[in-house]
């Protein structure tokens, strides 16, 4: 098994995630009630949604991590699976996004649609955007 069909086996069965088909179109996918949080696109590379709120709180820590590449104007961190180490992270740092998108949920105008003053959805994970880690 690889470490992402470990790392989507294990974030599957919270109680709070489904597996889904991403949105993109590429790989699988793990949703909550608020929306999509990780995109496995291949046996190693995983994105997540972290919101643009948590990436700019946590800026400096994920800097530090060589698996993880944060995109400028991406709500959505890359994560390179290569060891036991990186899965943990992502296990971590996903409970940091799915934090951070309840927190981040639109305003309700009473009618179940996002009120007026509801920040923009960034759409698109990182793999859409063309960026990642360079495959050598």
Do not use: K, Y
């Amino acid at each position: 098994m690889t470490l992402a069909a470990r790392a989507l086996a294990q974030l599957a069965g919270w109680p709070d995630l489904t597996e889904a088909e991403p949105s993109c179109g590429i790989g699988r996918a793990v949703s909550s009630v608020h929306g999509e949080i990780a995109h496995f696109h291949s046996e190693r590379d995983v994105d997540l949604q972290l919101t643009a709120r948590a990436i700019r709180r946590l800026a400096g820590d994920l800097r530090r991590f060589d698996a993880v590449r944060v995109v400028p104007g991406s709500s959505w961190v890359t994560i390179r699976l290569d060891a036991s180490a990186d899965v943990d992270l992502l296990l971590s740092l996903t409970s940091v996004a799915l934090q951070a998108l309840q927190a981040d949920r639109p305003a309700d105008d009473g009618a179940g649609l996002p009120g007026p003053d509801a920040p923009a959805t960034v759409s698109g994970c990182n793999d859409r955007r063309g960026v990642g880690f360079l495959r050598t």
